[in-house]
C-alpha cells in the first residue's frame, strides 16, 4: 500500500512539474531540430524553403492583424509574431476542432506546457517565428489560446488554395 501512495504521489508530482509553462516564458526561436510531425493543415517547414513572410501583430485588444490569410497548396510561410500587448500573446495554427479542444484544456490547465512549431508564444514587445508548410488545402484557424483570450475572440483564418486551381479560376471573396 505504501508502494501504491508512493507511485501515485510521484506521478502527481510529474504531472504537476509538466503543467508550468506560460508564466514568466518567452519562449524565444525554438533550438535544436524541429518534430516534423504531419498535421491536418501542414506541417512545420524549412525556414531556408520560406519564400514569403506574413507579419502578425497581436495586441491587447484581442485582436490579430491581419486576422485573415491566404496561401496557396504547397507554399512554406514564415511567419513573423509581433506581440504589440503587454500581456503574453501566441499564435497556434490549427483546425477549428483542435483549436476548441486546446482552447478548453487552457482553461482548465492555464499553464499547461507545450511547445509545437505550429505555434509560438510571444512575452510583450517581443517577436516570435514560426516556419509552416501548407500542404494540404483547406480552410484552417490561428488563435491566441491562452486562457480568456480565444474566448475574447483573438482568432483568425487560413484559407489554403489549392495549387491545381489557376489564378485565373480563383473565385473572388
Known sequence: MNTTIRLFAALLAL???SAVAHQG???ADKAGAVRKEQK???IAGDAKAARKTIEVKMTDAMRFT???IEVRQGET???VLRND???MHEFVIGTQQELDAHAALMVKFPNMEHD???MAHVAPGRVGRIVWTFNRAGDFGFACLIAGHYQAGMVGRIKVVAANRSDGNRSKP
Open 40 to 42: 491536418d493543415w501542414g
Open 15 to 17: 504531472l504537476c512539474a
Open 77 to 79: 510561410i514564415r511567419f
Open 85 to 87: 500587448g503587454k500581456l
Open 25 to 27: 516564458q518567452t519562449h
Open 116 to 118: 509545437e512549431p505550429y
Open 66 to 68: 491581419p486576422e485573415h
